[in-house]
């Protein structure tokens, strides 16, 4: 059984990077499919962030690339959301997911993880 | 970016009614949409991809349909453990867009 969790900072600082990471159990990064990001900030709607392959090729959402990185790290099965310059318009509910290749559905999703940019 | 519409944003229904969710697109997207459930504290569930293919264990009383840029969301004989948020997404470029949500609760 496939599963995805996100871990990192619940609360994060104007101005400083959040940082987050998705472990991956029940299958190898390395075998395929693409891994992405998607946040929902409170009362708004789901917006796509990015996803990557484990050779490295990346899509970006061009509304985020600037502040953007996303990386993927096979030998530990698991991959990387930063997000740079944060601002209270960050603030969201953080999923990890995996998509497949050619309908670029996202098959797998963790349960999410609440960020909140907070002085 | 292309713009996903759904419509209703929300719907009162009783269990064993028969729902229909549209999605409507700002361009074609041919077949490139997925729907999905979400429940409060779950992973968002893929119910269906490329607008009409059921997703793996997903039960039949759950279908999509449409092309180009409309497409609608079907579930024939609702049960209880259907009352979720459902959301459209297009998977035809990026950024990879999303409608707003229904959120169907029970009447």
């Known amino acids: 059984q496939v599963q995805l969790q996100e871990s990192g900072p619940g609360l994060v600082k104007p101005s400083e990077t959040l940082s987050l990471t998705c472990n991956v159990s029940?299958?190898?990064?390395?075998?395929?499919?693409?891994w992405g990001w998607i946040r929902q900030p409170p009362g708004k709607g789901l917006e796509w962030i990015g996803s990557?392959?484990?050779?490295?090729?990346?899509f970006y959402n061009p509304s985020l690339k600037s502040r953007v990185i996303i990386s993927v790290d096979p030998s530990n099965n698991q991959f990387s959301l930063k997000l740079t310059s944060v601002t209270a318009a960050d603030t969201a509910l953080y999923y990890c997911?995996?998509?497949?290749?050619?309908?670029?559905?996202?098959?797998?999703w963790g349960r999410g993880t609440l960020v909140t940019v907070t002085s | 970016d292309i713009q996903m519409t759904q419509s209703p944003s929300s719907l009162s229904a009783s269990v064993g009614d028969r729902v229909t969710i549209t999605c409507r697109a700002s361009q074609s997207i041919r077949h490139y949409l997925n729907w999905y459930q979400r429940k409060p504290g779950k992973a968002p569930k893929l119910l269906i991809y490329s607008a009409s293919n059921l997703e793996g264990g997903v039960p039949s009383r759950f279908s999509g349909s449409g092309s180009e840029t409309g497409f609608t969301l079907t579930i024939s004989s609702l049960q209880p453990e259907d009352f979720a948020t459902y959301y459209c997404q297009q998977t035809y470029n990026t950024p990879r867009t999303f409608g707003q949500g229904t959120k169907l609760e029970i009447k």
């Open positions: 029940g299958y190898s990064i390395r075998s395929g499919y693409y």
């Open positions: 997911a995996r998509d497949e290749q050619g309908n670029w559905a996202s098959d797998y």
């Open positions: 990557v392959y484990h050779s490295g090729s990346i």
